[in-house]
């Protein structure tokens, strides 16, 4: 049976998710957008590729959610970027509306499906599509942690010039200015980066690491970064598909974890066929607590405005 994967947004990130998954030849993607044309005409185009990159999975675009029943997973992707100059928090009330309204329509048509939050503010709105779906908390997760990691692991392996392979990055919480990077923990195959790497080095990569969204965005000018945020996606969404267990930093809701209750907050998951099967609390210092909670608290600050929206 072939597996399905609804991509909402034909932007960006979106036309990339279905380029990461038509290239792995992971499922048949239906991509979405209000836009019309736009999804149809980047779902044919990517069709098109598949003769030259060899790759054999039904592509179309949409602007009926009518095509995407019965998904496995969908990747909402839609709203607004940023621009520069703006924080992800600035996207928040124009965000909420989208999401909603793309969850609840999902929902209707694919009630059993998982869904990967990428939108911004992203832990905002993953809470966003959890409320609105009314799906058991393993089947939302927020896509953050993944990219976060993967631009400390990046960064780590540029300045040793080793394999990106051989590092491995824990990232915690908050995406955005409150992440983070957990340095304690982080390694390249075992051996610790505090013994790689002086300690003002490592400071500034894990300052790198925190505004690595906000670099790209600089260099844009016109949006944010596309490339690894689709990448992470559908690494997260490879896992579920395949059954694979990857334990990736996701953002989940917290019921209890770390002293936290009712928020979705970024930590590592093990991510199988029932979407997120495992959350791992880590033995964390006062300091990385109280980093944390602070992330965490400042996640709660959006949602209470959302809820209070809603209310
Ligand atoms: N989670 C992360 O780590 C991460 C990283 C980068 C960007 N983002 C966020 O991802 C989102 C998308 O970024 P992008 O670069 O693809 O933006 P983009 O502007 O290229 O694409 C967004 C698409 O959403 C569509 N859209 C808007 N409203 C819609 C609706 N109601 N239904 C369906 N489609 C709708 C637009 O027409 C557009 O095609 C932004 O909110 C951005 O901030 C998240």
């Known amino acids: 049976m072939r597996k399905k994967i609804t991509v909402v947004g034909a932007g960006n990130i979106g036309a990339n998710c279905a380029m990461w998954i038509a290239s792995k030849e992971l499922a048949d993607v239906v991509l979405v957008d209000v836009v019309e044309g736009i999804p149809q005409g980047k779902g044919l185009d990517l069709l098109q590729s598949g003769p030259v990159n060899g790759y054999d999975v039904r592509i179309t675009g949409t602007n009926d959610y009518a095509a995407t029943a019965d998904s496995d997973i969908v990747?909402?992707?839609?709203?607004?970027?940023?621009?520069?100059?703006?924080?992800?928090?600035?996207?928040?009330?124009?965000?909420?509306?989208?999401?909603?309204?793309?969850?609840?329509?999902v929902v209707k048509h694919s009630p059993d499906c998982i869904i990967i939050v990428i939108t911004n503010p992203l832990d905002a709105m993953a809470q966003t599509a959890y409320m609105a779906s009314g799906f058991p908390k393993q089947r939302v997760i927020g896509m953050a942690g993944v990219l976060?990691?993967?631009?400390?692991?990046?960064?780590?392996?540029?300045?040793?010039?080793?394999?990106?392979?051989?590092?491995?990055?824990?990232?915690?919480?908050?995406?955005?200015?409150?992440?983070?990077?957990?340095?304690?923990?982080?390694?390249?195959?075992?051996?610790?980066?505090?013994?790689l790497i002086a300690p003002e080095k490592l400071a500034a990569i894990v300052k790198r690491t925190q505004n690595g969204g906000a670099e790209i965005v600089k260099c844009l000018k016109t949006g944010s970064a596309y490339y690894a945020p689709s990448a992470a996606a559908v690494e997260m969404a490879e896992s579920i598909l395949k059954d694979k267990k990857k334990v990736l930093p996701c953002c989940v809701l917290l019921e209890g974890e770390y002293g936290i209750n009712g928020t979705f907050v970024g930590v590592p998951c093990k991510l199988g066929a029932k979407g997120v099967e495992k959350i791992y609390e880590l033995k964390l210092t006062a300091e990385e607590?109280?980093?944390?909670?602070?992330?965490?608290?400042?996640?709660?600050?959006?949602?209470?405005?959302?809820?209070?929206?809603?209310?």
């Open 289 to 311: 607590t109280a980093a944390l909670h602070k992330s965490a608290g400042a996640v709660k600050e959006l949602v209470d405005v959302i809820k209070k929206k809603n209310a």
């Open 148 to 195: 976060d990691s993967a631009r400390f692991r990046a960064f780590i392996a540029e300045e040793l010039q080793v394999s990106v392979e051989n590092v491995t990055a824990v990232v915690l919480v908050g995406h955005g200015d409150t992440m983070v990077p957990l340095v304690r923990l982080s390694n390249v195959t075992g051996i610790p980066l505090t013994d």
């Open 75 to 105: 990747i909402i992707t839609a709203g607004l970027a940023r621009k520069p100059g703006m924080s992800r928090d600035d996207l928040l009330l124009t965000n909420y509306s989208i999401v909603k309204g793309i969850t609840t329509e």
